[in-house]
């Protein structure tokens, strides 16, 4: 309490702070989210933290005198580091030693955004109050927020509460946590670094959490789940049924997501030795049916034409009353949508890409498990869903399974011959996407599969003997075995399925003719896209000269594929790093057209033809 | 769900509303609020809401053929009232059906604002959902109220999760209740007339409540009670101590004011038959421990130097949280306040009496349990608080009441004898503010009382013996009967004793010495004051003369001396009828100067000067 306060007026934009006796300019700066350039971490062994004191500066230390010029400090030149604050005083940054914009490579796709997050937190000295200044607690805080640079805040009665016990506690120096307008939270002061958000992709089979410090832009972990909600149907229709047959059925399903989304948050946070409480904000894109599951929003009407939403905007809630367990007063924020079946994931996939600021014509596809699929340039975007379901992500098919130790995630065909790899090298267990992919494509070329998809018999005279004797059973109920007994982890084989090929079938004939409906309604070829930017979990992992043989990606040079990751979680950590992308979310959400394809006559014509695989032009003879 | 709905543009200003087959365009504008001349009622028999229809007019009813000229039928002019929509149609509403804002008088100093309340209730049909209009249901509803002229508002996830049901449940045809820029609720069409507030003067001893109609401006009716937290202490000091002493006091007396605020409501509702569901906002001036205790601040320091309040802002809150018994959606406004001891009712009283607008030095006093005092002019506003004590409200004085039936209200001196007037003529109960002002007025011209406060003996050979043989007890401990056994309910005297008149000298005394005080500090003398404003529940009553005779108010001519009432209570109508003023309440809040008199050295010199009486014109002499 009996500690000697100075004021320090921070030029050229005269941000004033309150400053214990003894504190250097460096770390009062730094307290007050000042950022001044300190390569050298401030020791005093390099001269990056130069400032000026205009008037009456205090005798050079001797680092002073070691790292700067006689003329410097003649100038008034001080090192921040070493100048400790013994009085008030008025100190000039110069534009070189001042840290700009911090620019965050969030993403495959390259794109940066500069650092402008929707929470602060900022340590403050405030003088405290005396007959002279009879302020209350919330205006003197929120003076002393004005003062370090955060000005027009407003303090909900609930935190004004808590004000006047917290203030003194903290002898009127606190670590005030402010997110959006909102004064939120009273920290101590040394805790003022720690200021976390995470960002969320909440996928129908894959949650993704990205935990980001919010000082440096940087990722500082990444955790992930299943979503516990495939228990109860592995698609969006399945979900939203089951919440219709069963009164409690929504409330189950939230609390399901949300107890991995509290996983996943703990996990970040033991990874990168932060507390959860420390976790201030949270971002989320999703698809329409996670978003309303998350949020409680009713579902019924998304699975039922005319397919509509409850509610499209974003959303700002409190992260207790949702139930996710960061800080209590933190906050979620959920991205707005674009229509009944195209979510927030595809405004993070369009954000993350910048397809909304690009001239020439770009097709997104997002493979998850509803395929997404973006058209356009900057003038005009398209969007569709599509039925793709889970195939690529292990459902439904035989021995499916996600991109995990003893996946084969690939198949060559050498000869006659095929070659598996599994992933982490161990004996294999069964199926993943790309393996999937690899596998159909293989067959294919191989002759084992016709264009139309079906299967060899076994003695069928075409086909080469190494191949035939991996063909089982017959009329339908045919299978290709992939890995024999003796390369499997459990002893039995590992067979693609007549049926999983008819999965594949349904999955990217759905995709294609997505595409080309969008094409059509764009007025534009197939041979006009630019770029096809493959988004998704797995889409790092797609071979594209396998997914175009198959016919999943239009037939076009492999140089025109860019692969953009998880472009939707990117999307998400953009809108956390950056909180005026949430305004472009909403032109994004709101400009882009809708293309409602099951009510279009010729779908169901397209989407037959678009089932049938391209002409192998390996060794399928008639 | 089958009914017909017909798009119906009103210009001038284009305003675009959804109107059942067969509804008149009367009905229509009004639920939506568009605001048509309609002096017969909408009976068509006068020709008040002539509007013209541009292209292809319905043909003239009789009562459009007996109300309107030919000239007028032939430019396409039709009464409202008459006219059915049968098709989709623009109307031009002229200017002179068109009723303006509306002025609304609000209180005793005859200030006027125009109605624009921060809660709105809108009739809509929207267009229902469609696979050619996938919109989502809240973007339905937003895009609604923007064609009625409400644009740019937010739906909570809170309220979006019950739109899907309740549209569907009101056939797209709900009365939306927006506050601020929040849509709460939907309510049925048919009560999109009812939509109320209530203004609240939330007193240390009195609580006022007013219900206004937020459609008209009008006031529905008011209710009043005494502050049941006087069981815990007259003063806030002793509030606040109680507070102090007590772990669950806090909690005690909100749940006291709370209770009584509830009962004000559902008093005034049944007055004016109006449901509480129907009032959905509420705004709040009160002193600044009134403010606090309602709001759960702490009001610990509120009672220590230096004096501190925990938050002047203004804040709104749930109505529902807050546990006020009207619409749960509804939201709870409370004015800011200006330091410790002046509050958001000294706020209310600025804007009511147009102080901080005015060009003249003006001097408002508010007398209730503290006195308020405001000094100034638009340029600069001075204000204190003064622990003047309930003695004008009937507390500490032996015989002290509120002014109720039976309240000895004036005191005459006819001669040597004593005229009383009883509220109610019925027989003295006891002795009310204005009454004791009188009392000691009489008192002080008949010699009974010295200017010092010094009763006189009844052996005082300077009484006259009608007076003297009034004069009972002696040494300090006399009293003056007012009204013998016969004149009483009980039957036993009435006395004004020694000690009410040190309470009415500590009250007085400390109002003149913060007058005092206010004039040195704005360097002005009492002679400059062109007006001086008697604010207060009771300032209507008080008699200038009797106020000025001993001494309450300076040595001015009469005619310079004004009453403006519940001056506070008419800014909380204000700031209910006007959310703009809002702003200006922010600007007074901020911009007073609050003059602390606890800490000027020369005040209680001044205050123990002031508590002597005017020497009097009359009878004392030495």
Redesign the interface.
């Known amino acids: 309490m009996a500690e000697k306060i100075h004021r320090v007026v921070f030029e050229p934009d005269g941000r004033t702070l309150y400053v214990p006796h003894g504190q250097t300019l460096l770390e009062a700066a730094r307290q007050a989210g000042i950022r001044i350039n300190a390569p050298c971490g401030g020791t005093g062994t390099c001269s990056g933290c130069r400032i000026a004191i205009p008037q009456a500066p205090p005798p050079p230390t001797e680092a002073c005198r070691r790292e700067l010029t006689g003329e410097e400090l003649g100038r008034n030149l001080r090192l921040a580091c070493q100048t400790r604050v013994q009085r008030d005083m008025r100190v000039v940054i110069p534009e070189e030693t001042r840290l700009g914009d911090q620019k965050i490579l969030t993403d495959g796709a390259g794109r940066t955004v500069p650092l402008a997050p929707n929470v602060h937190k900022v340590a403050v000295h405030l003088p405290p109050?005396?007959?002279q200044?009879?302020?209350?607690?919330?205006?003197?805080l929120l003076d002393g927020l004005a003062d370090a640079g955060l000005s027009g805040l407003?303090?909900?009665?609930k935190v004004?509460?808590e004000?006047?016990?917290r203030l003194r506690e903290l002898e009127f120096h606190p670590a005030a946590v402010v997110i959006g307008r909102d004064v939120v939270w009273l920290d101590k002061p040394a805790s003022a670094e720690a200021c976390y958000g995470v960002a969320f992709d909440v996928g129908t089979t894959t949650l993704v959490g990205y935990l980001v410090d919010l000082v440096s832009g940087r990722q500082a972990a990444v955790a992930a789940r299943a979503n516990p909600q495939a228990a109860y149907g592995d698609d969006v229709i399945a979900r939203i049924e089951f919440c219709g047959r069963r009164p409690e059925g929504a409330k189950t399903l939230q609390g399901l997501v949300l107890g991995a989304l509290n996983e996943i948050v703990a996990e970040a946070c033991r990874k990168a030795a932060v507390k959860p409480s420390a976790v201030y904000e949270a971002t989320v894109v999703g698809n329409t049916t996670m978003n309303h599951l998350l949020?409680?929003?009713?579902v019924?009407?998304i699975a039922r034409?005319?397919?509509?939403?409850?509610?499209?905007?974003a959303?700002e809630?409190s992260a207790k009353d949702l139930g996710l367990r960061i800080h209590p007063r933190g906050r979620v924020y959920t991205a707005p949508?674009i229509?009944?079946f195209v979510g927030a994931d595809t405004v993070g996939v369009i954000l993350a890409t910048g397809m909304n600021e690009s001239d020439g014509l770009r097709l997104a596809i997002d493979i998850g498990t509803n395929g997404e699929i973006v058209l356009g340039t900057r003038e005009r975007l398209l969007a569709c869903s599509t039925a793709a379901g889970p195939a690529f992500e292990g459902a439904r098919i035989r021995y499916g399974m996600r991109a995990a130790g003893g996946a084969i995630d690939r198949v060559d065909l050498a000869g006659d011959r095929l070659v598996l790899h599994t992933i982490d090298d161990a004996p294999a267990v069964g199926l993943c996407g790309t393996g999937l992919i690899d596998a159909v494509a293989a067959l294919l070329e191989a002759g084992v599969l016709a264009p139309s998809g079906l299967m060899r018999a076994a003695h069928d005279v075409a086909l080469a003997p190494a191949l035939a004797r991996r063909i089982t059973g017959a009329d339908g109920d045919t299978g290709f075995v992939l890995a024999g007994k003796g390369e499997t982890q459990g002893g039995a084989p590992i067979l693609l399925t007549q049926r999983d090929v008819r999965e594949v079938q349904l999955a990217k004939g759905a995709m294609a003719a997505g595409i080309q409906t969008l094409l059509e309604e764009f007025g534009a070829k197939a041979e006009d896209i630019e770029e096809v930017l493959l988004a998704g979990a797995f889409g790092n992992f797609i071979r594209p000269d396998r997914a175009r043989a198959i016919g999943l990606i239009p037939p076009l040079p492999l140089e025109r594929v860019k692969f953009v990751g998880n472009a939707a979680g990117a999307g998400a950590k953009m809108l956390l790093l950056n909180c005026d992308l949430r305004r472009a979310a909403d032109d994004v959400a709101r400009g882009v057209e809708?293309v409602?394809l099951s009510?279009r006559p010729d779908f169901q014509a397209r989407f037959a033809e678009a089932m049938v695989f391209p002409s192998s032009e390996g060794r399928w003879k008639r």
Chains 1, 2 share one sequence.
């Open positions: 109050p005396s007959v200044d009879q302020r209350s607690d919330a205006d003197r407003a303090i909900d009665v004004a509460r004000i006047p016990a949020l409680r929003l009713p019924d009407p034409a005319p397919f509509v939403a409850a509610s499209a905007s959303h809630t949508l229509a009944g809708h409602e009510q």
